[in-house]
Structure formats: C-alpha cells, structure tokens
Nanobody, 130 residues
Framework: QVQLIESGGGVVQPGGSLKLSCAAS????????MAWFRQAPGKERDFVSA???????????YYANSMSGRSTISRDGAANTMFLQMRNLKVEDSAVYYC????????????????????WGQGTTVTVGQ
C-alpha cells in the first residue's frame, strides 16, 4: 500500500508562486507515474501535470494546457517526493490539489485520466486571491 501526503498549499496573491510537495511512503514503486489533479468547488477533478520514470531514469513529464508554461513538475527519487512549482498563479487556479500515483505503465492517453491511478492523497488547498 502506498500512502501519499501532500503539502505546500496556501493563500497567495494573483501572480504569485507556490510549490506543492507529495511525499510517498517508503514502499512506493521503483518505476511508475505520479500526477497532480485539482478540483475547484462545484467542478470535476482535472488533470494538472504528471511525471513518469523507469528505475532511476526515463523521466517524462506531462502538463495540462491550463498550467503549461506556468508550472514545473519534478521528482526526488531518493526521497520518494514529487513537486509542483507553480508560477504566475491566477484566481482560477484556486482548488484542492491532489497527488496520485500508479506503478504503470501508462500511455500518453491514459496519463491524464483519474481512473488510471491507484493511489491518492487527501489533497492540499490552494487559494489565489486576496
């Protein structure tokens, strides 16, 4: 069983930055995919970004159009932790951000799908605005 714990959410002004973290338990897999999804009040949960790896290499990153150019996803394999650096945040980025993980393999088509992921965190809230 993989446990995922998100952190880094908070309140930020429009145009500001936040860095989210997702720490996976020590029993996480050596190859797989980790992703960020977000859900705004009254809306469906949407894909934000993902990172896949094979062993210590084979890194691939994926971004939704909504955050492309304004975010960078990365992973520290030794610490089993994934990060999402978000920049130039907008009011519409306000949401609960969820971390997800799966041992994979996933395809380009399946990476953005909620149903592709076995493990989920509890979420961290990002609020953009005064």
């Amino acid at each position: 069983q993989v446990q995922l714990i998100e952190s880094g959410g908070g309140v930020v002004q429009p145009g500001g930055s936040l860095k989210l973290s997702c720490a996976a338990s020590a029993s996480s897999f050596s190859s797989g995919v980790m992703a960020w999804f977000r859900q705004a009040p009254g809306k469906e949960r949407d894909f934000v970004s993902a990172i896949s790896w094979i062993g210590s290499g084979g890194i691939k990153t994926y971004y939704a159009n909504s955050m492309s150019g304004r975010s960078t996803i990365s992973r520290d394999g030794a610490a089993n932790t994934m990060f999402l650096q978000m920049r130039n945040l907008k009011v519409e980025d306000s949401a609960v951000y969820y971390c997800a993980a799966d041992p994979g393999p996933l395809t380009v088509a399946t990476v953005p799908r909620e149903s592709s992921y076995t493990y989920w965190g509890q979420g961290t809230t990002v609020t953009v605005g005064q």
